[in-house]
């Protein structure tokens, strides 16, 4: 079955980087693309970019541009997200989610994983 | 950016009801709507993709309609488990913006 096995949650300082990642399992991981999806406290769904892991195209929302970095590992089915100068306000659940293509619907999502912001 | 829009943001309801919810993108984005739902500290679950397309093992009370700018979700029969928000979200252009929830709750 299809499984998507994120990171442990994560407590970090303002300015630092967090790293979480995205065990994938149960599909031919190079097929899909995965996206990562962020949800702070109490709010809604924030998409935040998708990366292929065949090629390594990657997107970025315009609010992440310059401090997301997507990474894929295809020796272990592994996606990164990586977000840095972190403040506050990213304190948030984020999620890694399986997509066909770019432009298709996330079908599968992993547990998500929480990353507190604060000094 | 595309603006997608739900309304209305939360509404009350008894099981056994029909409910809809609607959302509205900024401009034309074909069929490339699709719906989740999530419950409170749970995942979010595709429910509908493609606009009206169920996903495999969703219970058939609930469909989708529209394309362009224009979409609802209709749940027939509201059961206990549907009470949960439900999101939409436009996966036509970047970034693939999500609608700012729909909270279904009890009456």
């Known amino acids: 079955q299809v499984q998507l096995v994120q990171s442990g949650a994560e407590v970090k300082k303002p300015g630092a980087s967090v790293k979480v990642s995205c065990k994938t399992s149960?599909?031919?991981?190079?097929?899909?693309?995965v996206s990562w999806v962020r949800q702070a406290p109490g709010q809604g769904l924030e998409w935040m970019g998708w990366?292929?892991?065949?090629?390594?195209?990657?997107d970025y929302a315009r609010n992440f541009q310059d401090r997301i970095t997507l990474t894929t590992d295809t020796s272990t089915s592994t996606a990164y997200m990586e977000l840095g100068s972190l403040r506050s306000d990213d304190t948030a659940v984020y999620y890694c989610a399986r997509v066909f293509y770019d432009d298709s619907p996330l079908d599968y999502w992993g547990q998500g994983t929480l990353v507190t912001v604060s000094s | 950016d595309i603006q997608v829009t739900q309304s209305p943001s939360s509404l009350s309801a008894s099981v056994g009801d029909r409910v809809t919810i609607t959302c509205r993108a900024s401009?034309?984005?074909?069929?490339?709507l699709n719906w989740y739902q999530q419950k409170p500290g749970k995942v979010p679950k595709l429910l509908i993709y493609?606009?009206?397309t169920l996903q495999s093992g969703v219970p058939s009370r609930f469909s989708g309609s529209g394309s362009g700018t224009d979409f609802s979700l209709t749940i027939n029969s509201l059961q206990p488990e549907d009470f949960a928000t439900y999101y939409c979200?436009?996966?036509?252009?970047?970034?693939?913006?999500f609608g700012q929830g729909t909270k279904v709750e009890m009456k």
């Open positions: 493609a606009a009206s």
């Open positions: 149960g599909y031919t991981f190079t097929t899909y693309g």
């Open positions: 979200q436009q996966s036509y252009i970047s970034p693939r913006t």
């Open positions: 990366i292929n892991p065949y090629n390594a195209n990657r």
């Open positions: 401009r034309n984005i074909r069929p490339y």
